[in-house]
């Protein structure tokens, strides 16, 4: 008899913050999920932001506020403001790495993870390299590589200069979910196969293989077999990342804005309000999964346990 996942449990426990401050964004990634949103959208208003983290904030200790991308983070007007506002706490940050290493100089210290992502459509492989050098030698990086169909062999071969060339760097390789079903986002059977067993790239001097960027999961079943250190894309990767049906402490354990400002347990999750609102909750207990397939790895990292309705 196969034994059957009934449980995911997170490698460690914090409510994770993720802050997305409006759709702007200075690329135009053909794989972006929030590109439609691009067109019209405007920054969210600092003000409201600040009241929302102050209710989340409110009796909690273990808090990590994500900085995330959908626009590109780094050009909000009040990023500082942002920083400092959290500086008592745990802040990552996805980035496309764009800005410039005088704005990066001047971050650093108030960001205690950085992933930076690699969008091959999008930069000058030299010029990313020399940056991403540059900030290798002063703090720990991990740079995400979406893995584009077209260009999937060359994107590890570039990986490998990344780890050859950079001081203190971690790499991660993102699957794309092929949400609109197009042909060009199928992998070949070679290279799903391939980034399976290649989910992952370090330098010799990496010093930090456990943030939070490659913080990892574990899998319980029902005949009692326990499996540590499963990483999200791997479920990813094999299509088995449907938690449909399942509890899930999405809301309890994270909680989201995104570029509207509405406000939700997880990126797939129905809206709860908005930060523009006068009155709202926060979520205080676990919810039913509601979506066929859970699309964001940090949210896969999030405890579940399958759940019977009868």
Request: glycine share 4%; charged share 25%; net charge neutral.
């Amino acid at each position: 008899m196969t034994s059957k996942l009934i449980a995911i449990e997170p490698m460690c426990n914090y409510m994770r913050v993720e802050l997305n401050f409006g759709y702007v964004c200075n690329y135009n990634c053909p794989y972006c999920f929030d590109r439609k949103n691009f067109k019209d959208s405007k920054w969210l208003e600092w003000e409201y932001i600040q009241k929302f983290i102050e209710k989340i904030i409110e009796g909690k200790n273990d808090v990590m506020f994500a900085l995330a991308s959908g626009g590109e983070p780094t050009y909000y007007p009040h990023i500082t403001k942002v920083l400092e506002f959290l500086s008592d706490y745990n802040v990552s940050i996805v980035s496309n790495g764009s800005r410039s290493i005088k704005w990066w100089e001047k971050h650093l210290s108030m960001l205690n993870d950085i992933a930076i992502t690699y969008h091959c459509t999008e930069v000058d492989k030299d010029k990313f390299l020399s940056k991403i050098k540059w900030l290798t030698s002063k703090k720990h990086i991990t740079i995400i590589i979406p893995l584009l169909k077209q260009v999937f062999w060359e994107q590890y071969e570039y990986a490998k200069i990344l780890v050859k060339e950079c001081d203190d760097i971690f790499i991660s390789f993102k699957p794309l979910i092929n949400e609109e079903k197009k042909e060009e986002f199928y992998y070949t059977e070679e290279q799903t196969e391939y980034s399976l067993n290649h989910q992952t790239m370090a330098s010799n001097k990496c010093t930090e293989s456990n943030s939070f960027f490659n913080i990892n999961l574990k899998q319980i079943f029902d005949d009692g077999m326990i499996q540590q250190n499963i990483r999200p894309h791997t479920l990813i990767i094999k299509n088995q990342n449907n938690f449909k049906g399942w509890k899930c402490w999405s809301g309890k354990d994270s909680i989201r804005i995104d570029g509207n400002g509405n406000i939700s347990r997880c990126a797939g999750s129905s809206i709860i309000a908005n930060i523009y609102d006068k009155n709202y909750e926060i979520p205080t207990e676990p919810f039913i999964c509601e979506t066929e397939h859970c699309i964001c790895i940090p949210q896969i990292r999030i405890r579940k346990e399958k759940y019977d309705r009868l």
